[in-house]
């Protein structure tokens, strides 16, 4: 008696491991496809690597957490409640890397219900949809700008970086954190990529940060993108 529960125990597993498998590996040639879609339609923007591989690892955890929760519906509720509790520090500025965001969680969502025609189909489908659209210039700007990269030295983690970033959203047309590290002190240094508005010259813009940095921040180099 024993010994059948035990073969239908490990039957179970097999079966459950292979599915768990078959799932993540959907999950990851899908979201790397779609990692593939961000960079040929980025190529003349500037944009982080890391972004790449953080859309691959976050398909593959909802994928895992689908898989977790399978059916059942109180599970459901319990991460929609874990998630809401989470705050994000770095913002996304551009609405297109939001859009991404939400498009490989939404593959992860789908491999981890196996639903994998749905994940294969919506895949391709919005894929060559952003394909097309940066072929055609759909998303560009009718005037390009000269794009620029701010590095600052923040001093204190939370109030530097909320300063520099507050006075960005008031002095230029469009930012992002283009790189973070560390320096051998380990304070963070934080490379962003700027627009200037066109009716502000570079001396000016530069003139105001110098001005306004203070204990929190310090600006370290000002070049061209």
């Known amino acids: 008696m024993h010994s059948v529960e035990t073969i239908k125990l490990l039957e179970s597993f097999r079966f459950g491991v292979r599915e768990a498998l078959l799932s993540l590996s959907a999950t990851a040639a899908l979201s790397l496809f779609v990692a593939w879609v961000y960079h040929i339609t980025h190529r ?46 770095t913002k996304v500025k551009n609405p297109q890397d939001t859009a991404y965001i939400f498009f490989v969680m939404a593959v992860g969502v789908a491999c981890g219900f196996k639903y994998y025609y749905v994940a294969l189909v919506s895949t391709i489908f919005i894929g060559t949809m952003l394909i097309i659209f940066s072929k055609l210039n759909f998303t560009e700007e009718e005037v390009s700008r000269k794009s620029h990269i701010l590095r600052i030295l923040v001093n204190d983690l939370n109030e530097g970086k909320a300063a520099i970033e507050k006075l960005l959203d008031a002095e230029v047309e469009w930012w992002d954190i283009y790189q973070l590290k560390t320096d051998k002190h380990d304070k963070l240094v934080v490379d962003y990529i700027i627009n200037l508005k066109t009716n ?24 061209d993108a």
């Open 44 to 89: 003349k923007k500037k944009y982080s690597k890391e972004f790449l591989q953080t859309l691959v690892f976050i398909s593959a955890v909802v994928a895992s957490v689908m898989l977790v929760i399978g059916n059942n519906l109180a599970g459901a509720f319990g991460l929609i409640g874990a998630v809401s509790i989470i705050r994000f520090r």
């Open 200 to 223: 502000t010259p570079v001396k000016v813009f530069l003139d105001f940060v110098f001005n306004k940095a203070e204990s929190f921040f310090t600006v370290m180099e000002f070049k």
